[in-house]
C-alpha cells in the first residue's frame, strides 16, 4: 500500500529507471548465486522465500509420515510401495530365490499396523495379503524371511485370502478395443473449453471419470492426490478464480475440481516433485474420460504464489503438506463457444534421439 502512495507521486520515468536497476541488481546477484550449490541455497535463504513454503511443507510431511506408518487411516503409503516393490520382485526375470529381505519386516509392521485401522481400505488389505501370501509361497528362507513368514501366518490365522489381487500375464490383459484413429480423434476432440452451459454436472459422471483416472500410472502405487470437487457453481467461480489465469471466465465455470498433491506419502524428499507427475497422469485421463461423457473441461494453472497457496488451504482446509497441482473447469460446452486453435509442436520437434 505505502509502496503504490509513493509510486504514484514520481514520474513513471523515474519508476521505469528504478524497475531497471533492480533487476540488474538482481540478475548480478543470481548470477553469482547460481555459480555454485552454497551459494545458491545462501540466495534461497536470505534474498528470496520462493522455496520457504515448500522447504517447511517438506519437513512437516516428513513426520506427518511417520506418524501414519505406526497410524494408519484408509490407506499407508509405505505398505502400498513396499507390496508394489513385491510384485515387481515376483515378476523379475529371471525371479530371483531370495529378495525383498531388506524390506520384509519393515512391510510386514505396516501391514499389522493396516490390520489393526478400523477405516483401513479392505481391497487394499486383501491386496496387500494376497501378494505377501505369494511372495512367502515363492521365496527361500534365510533368518529374516523365515521370521517374517511366521509373523505373516500368525497375522492372517484368521483371514481368508481369495489370491486374486496378484500378478499376473500380460496375456491376460482385455482386447485393445480402441485403434490409432479412434485414440486420435479423441486426443484432438479433447480442448480446453471455456465457455460452459449453465447446466449442473451429475456427481455420478464426475466419480466415473475418477474411477478411469485412478487406473493411471504412479510411482510406487502410492496415488498421492486426491480430486477435491466444488459442484457448486457460485463456490466454483469463487475458488476459480484464485487462480491467475481465469480472468474472464470463472464466473462461468459450473463445476470445479482441484487436484491435490500429498507430499506425506514419501518417505524422503527425492521424491517431493512426483505428486506433480502422479497428480498429472491421473488429471490427464480424468480430461478424456469426461470428454467419453459427453463433458468438457479445461486444465488451469496453479502458480506458487504464497497468499493464494494461504487462501486455497483455507477454503480445501488443506494441511500444510498437501499442494494444489492444478485446477480443472468441467461443465457441458457451449456450442458457440470459441476454442483456442494452440498449434502444438510436431513429434520431430518433440524427439530428441539418442546414439
Known amino acids: 500500500m505505502l509502496i503504490r502512495m509513493i509510486k504514484s507521486f514520481l514520474p513513471p520515468r523515474f519508476v521505469q529507471l528504478i524497475k531497471s536497476l533492480l533487476t540488474r541488481l538482481k540478475l548480478l546477484t543470481v548470477r553469482i548465486c547460481?555459480?555454485?550449490?552454497f551459494l545458491a541455497s545462501v540466495y534461497y535463504s536470505f534474498f528470496s522465500r520462493q522455496f520457504y513454503r515448500e522447504h517447511k511443507a517438506m519437513l512437516l510431511a516428513l513426520l506427518e509420515f511417520s506418524r501414519r506408518v505406526k497410524r494408519p487411516r484408509k490407506s499407508s503409503a509405505r505398505l502400498r510401495r513396499n507390496i508394489h516393490r513385491l510384485e515387481k520382485g515376483l515378476i523379475m526375470r529371471p525371479r530371483r530365490p531370495v529378495f525383498a529381505e531388506a524390506y520384509i519386516s519393515e512391510t510386514l509392521d505396516a501391514y499389522k499396523a493396516a490390520l489393526g485401522s478400523e477405516s483401513f481400505c479392505t481391497q487394499e488389505l486383501s491386496w496387500a495379503t494376497d501378494v505377501l501370501a505369494q511372495y512367502f509361497a515363492v521365496v527361500n528362507d534365510n533368518p529374516v524371511i523365515a521370521k517374517a513368514r511366521q509373523e505373516f501366518s500368525r497375522l492372517t490365522a484368521q483371514i481368508k485370502m481369495?489370491?486374486?489381487a496378484v500378478p499376473y500375464a500380460h496375456q491376460m490383459l482385455p482386447e485393445n478395443p480402441v485403434s490409432y484413429d479412434a485414440l486420435h480423434a479423441l486426443f484432438r476432440r479433447r480442448r480446453s473449453v471455456r465457455w460452459f452451459k449453465q447446466t449442473a454436472v451429475a456427481p455420478e459422471l464426475v466419480q466415473q471419470a475418477v474411477a478411469a483416472a485412478s487406473l493411471a500410472p504412479t510411482a510406487c502405487n502410492r496415488q498421492p492426490y486426491q480430486f477435491y470437487v466444488i459442484n457448486n457453481a457460485q463456490k466454483a467461480a469463487e475458488v476459480a478464480k484464485?487462480?491467475?489465469?481465469?480472468?474472464?471466465?470463472?464466473d462461468n465455470i459450473p463445476c470445479l475440481v482441484v487436484v491435490v498433491g500429498d507430499l506425506s506419502a514419501y518417505e524422503a524428499e527425492r521424491d517431493r516433485h512426483v505428486i506433480y507427475i502422479d497428480a498429472a497422469l491421473a488429471s490427464m485421463q480424468l480430461m478424456l474420460a469426461l470428454e467419453t461423457l459427453g463433458l468438457q473441461s479445461c486444465p488451469i494453472n496453479w502458480p506458487d504464489v504464497e497468499?493464494?497457496?494461504?487462501?486455497?488451504?483455507?477454503?480445501?482446509?488443506?494441511?500444510?503438506?498437501?499442494?494444489?497441482?492444478?485446477?480443472?473447469?468441467?461443465g457441458y460446452a457451449q456450442p458457440s463457444g470459441g476454442i483456442a486453435y494452440s498449434q502444438k509442436k510436431h513429434a520431430d520437434m518433440l524427439i530428441k534421439e539418442i546414439d
Do not use: C, H
Not at 547460481?34 to 550449490?37: F, L, M, T
Open 307 to 330: 497468499i493464494l497457496e494461504r487462501k486455497m488451504a483455507d477454503t480445501l482446509n488443506l494441511a500444510y503438506w498437501q499442494r494444489p497441482v492444478m485446477l480443472l473447469a468441467i
Open 162 to 164: 481369495n489370491g486374486e
Open 242 to 250: 484464485y487462480a491467475m489465469g481465469t480472468v474472464g471466465f470463472a
Open 34 to 37: 547460481a555459480s555454485n550449490g
